[in-house]
């Protein structure tokens, strides 16, 4: 296949509770900023902080909100249009996350897949590029891979048009996230992991093209740390991470390490 540049993101969710450790979590990245040329980095504040840090970083690590509307400004209480991104110097937003999509039952907004393409559609004609989340709960996975291949592919099937007609594939990232590895400290198995990353990546061959299969990026999240990156990192289909927990730490700067 092509070379596709690896890409880190670092998922704060709802995190910190007090604007003044905003310094610290930011200053927990600038170890990465010396990978830059091997492994895009962003980061994903909640919405309430984007503003606070959007400048902090170092240059080249890329702030990313962590979801954004389907459609733009108006009568959209409690949400973001791509147009106030933009604005304000963003050219990232990851959406689908499934803390939002309602997998864990949370008092969030169900988000469908639908919904989903439409968000896509709309970030992309806006010139920004997208993180895109999917990803299987436990009871699919322990039907086996070929259940979770299916769920995947039900996940992507709507974005498929959109895909085909995306010019620069690396403007959509595909963030493959078992929904019973996030924040429980169980991560896939890296076998797990690259069967399941190589199974979308046939997928997306047979579905959409052969260009984007080799083109689009699939980071593995789900409980990725310092300690299980280096594995994860060296198998082929597996293009880097997004990562809740330990992205609030000083090994953030690991992970990226490891992939680059
Ligand atoms: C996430 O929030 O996308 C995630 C993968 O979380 P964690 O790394 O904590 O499992």
């Known amino acids: 296949g092509m070379a596709r540049k690896p890409i880190v993101g670092g ?35 909640s919405n309430l902080h984007v503003a606070l840090v959007k400048d902090s ?35 990232t937003v990851l959406i689908g996350h499934s803390e939002r999509r309602g997998e864990f039952g949370l008092p969030t907004p169900k988000e469908s897949n639908e919904l989903m393409a439409t968000k896509l559609q709309y970030i992309l004609d806006q010139g920004l590029s997208c993180v895109f989340c ?16 299916a769920e995947c592919a039900n996940q992507l099937e709507d974005i498929v048009p959109i895909l085909k007609s995306l010019e620069d594939k690396s403007r959509v990232v595909i963030a493959y996230e078992p929904v019973w590895a996030i924040g429980t400290g169980v991560a896939a198995t890296p076998e797990q992991a690259q069967e399941t ?7 997306i061959a047979k579905n959409v093209d ?34 809740g927990g330990a992205s609030l730490k000083p090994e953030i700067a690991d992970i990226v390490a490891a992939i680059s």
């Open 11 to 45: 998922n704060w969710k709802c995190n910190p509770a007090t604007a003044s450790s905003l310094d610290e979590l930011v200053s927990n990245f600038d170890g990465c900023a010396q990978y830059l040329d091997k492994c895009d980095v962003y980061v994903c504040p």
């Open 57 to 91: 970083f170092k240059p080249g690590i890329k702030v990313a909100p962590q979801n954004c509307n389907f459609t733009g400004c108006g009568a959209y209480t409690g949400e973001m249009s791509v147009d106030q991104i933009k604005d304000m110097g963003m050219s």
């Open 134 to 149: 999917i990803g299987e709960p436990l009871p699919i996975r322990e039907k086996g891979v070929d259940a979770v291949l």
């Open 197 to 203: 990353h190589k199974g979308i990546r046939d997928w």
């Open 210 to 243: 052969q260009t984007t299969a080799d083109e689009i990026r699939i980071q593995y999240g789900g409980s990725a740390n310092a300690k299980n990156a280096p594995e994860l990192s060296a198998f082929p289909d597996i293009d880097g991470f997004l990562v």
